[in-house]
Nanobody, 127 residues
Framework: QAQLVESGGGLVQAGGSLRLSCEASGRTFSNYAAGWFRQTPGKEREFVAHIDWTGGNTYYADSVKARFTISRDGAKNTVYLQMNSLKPEDTAVYYC????????????????????WGQGTQVTVSS
């Protein structure tokens, strides 16, 4: 059973940057796909970014493409989300998630594909 813990959220002005971290315990990120989602009050959780099990392929929602970068550090067993050029509409609780299946290469854009979730970290972007 994986436990995921996010950190790095906070308050930032529009145009600024933040880096979110997601550290796993009880399980490695190597050979397992992982992603980031975000949620605002009254809305469903939405896909933000995904890194495949190889660590070599990444996917992004159109709304964050070219601004956000997902990456992982095997030695630290951590997945990151670097967020640049932040906008007020990026304000949300951000969640890290991991797929249970080894070498997973299926669909990645909805919550149901992910089995383990962190508790979330709040990101607030002021205008």
């Amino acid at each position: 059973q994986a436990q995921l813990v996010e950190s790095g959220g906070g308050l930032v002005q529009a145009g600024g940057s933040l880096r979110l971290s997601c550290e796993a315990s009880g399980r490695t990120f190597s050979n397992y796909a992982a992603g980031w989602f975000r949620q605002t009050p009254g809305k469903e959780r939405e896909f933000v970014a995904h890194i495949d099990w190889t660590g070599g392929n990444t996917y992004y929602a159109d709304s964050v493409k070219a601004r956000f970068t997902i990456s992982r550090d095997g030695a630290k067993n951590t997945v990151y989300l670097q967020m640049n050029s932040l906008k007020p509409e990026d304000t949300a609780v951000y969640y890290c998630a991991q797929v249970r299946d080894l070498y997973y290469s299926g669909t990645i854009y909805t919550e149901r594909e992910y089995d383990y979730w962190g508790q979330g970290t709040q990101v607030t972007v002021s205008s």
